[in-house]
T-cell receptor
């Protein structure tokens, strides 16, 4: 059974600092997604990583994928308060091509002024 | 493109009552997914449709849950004889069958069973 684990689950950081969120998954998959969720809101798609070595960047966020290590990272550069949210990684259950996503527990990021 | 919409946004019901939620996907998206999210957890897959066909149901989905997608457009999720454990956010997502399979989520329906 495919499992997805994120760490840390909670991250409190100062504005201007850098940090990385890790996402490990248990079985082979070539598609990994990062979503953002604000409190009480739905999920916003951030990145789709489709192959080994894929790297995508948007503003202060950069995501990468290592399919051999079954690891994705979400790197935050010079954090600002607006980045405070919960971040989820999700892996596509590729077998059967259902598109069914298996989500991690989420990492709640709190950026303090 | 107006995005995925869900109705109602909030629902409070008494235990034992039936509830129905509606999801309107992004037009031309042929896949539609239902997920459930409880507080502090990631979304959990419930079921999905490709066009009008329901292709998979999670083991989480008891017999009290049923979903339909007539004509491959909007979808409904019905919960019969609600229980307090059904309280959660119910999320709908849609995607177009391509290599990237990005799923776009609706705003969700928050259900509270008293």
């Amino acid at each position: 059974e495919l499992k997805v684990e994120q760490n840390p689950l909670f991250l409190s950081m100062q504005e201007g600092k850098n940090y990385t969120i890790y996402c490990n998954y248990s079985t082979t998959s070539d598609r990994l997604y990062w979503y953002r969720q604000d409190p009480g809101k739905s999920l916003e798609s951030l990145f789709v990583l489709l192959s080994n070595g894929a790297v995508k960047q948007e503003g202060r966020l950069m995501a990468s994928l290592d399919t051999k290590a079954r690891l994705s990272t979400l790197h935050i550069t010079a954090a600002v308060h607006d980045l405070s949210a919960t971040y989820f990684c999700a892996v596509d259950n590729v077998a059967g091509n259902t598109g069914k996503l298996i989500f991690g527990q989420g990492t709640t990021l709190q950026v303090k002024p | 493109d107006t995005g995925v919409s869900q109705d109602p946004r909030h629902k409070i019901t008494k235990r034992g009552q039936n509830v129905t939620f509606r999801c309107d996907p992004i037009s031309e998206h042929n896949r539609l997914y239902w997920y459930r999210q409880t507080l502090g957890q990631g979304p959990e897959f419930l079921t999905y449709f490709q066009n009008e066909a329901q292709l998979e149901k999670s083991r989480l989905l008891s017999d009290r849950f049923s979903a339909e997608r007539p004509k491959g457009s909007f979808s409904t999720l019905e919960i019969q004889r609600t229980e307090q454990g059904d309280s959660a956010m119910y999320l709908c997502a849609s995607s177009y069958l391509t290599g990237s399979e990005t799923q776009y989520f609706g705003p969700g329906t928050r259900l509270l069973v008293l």
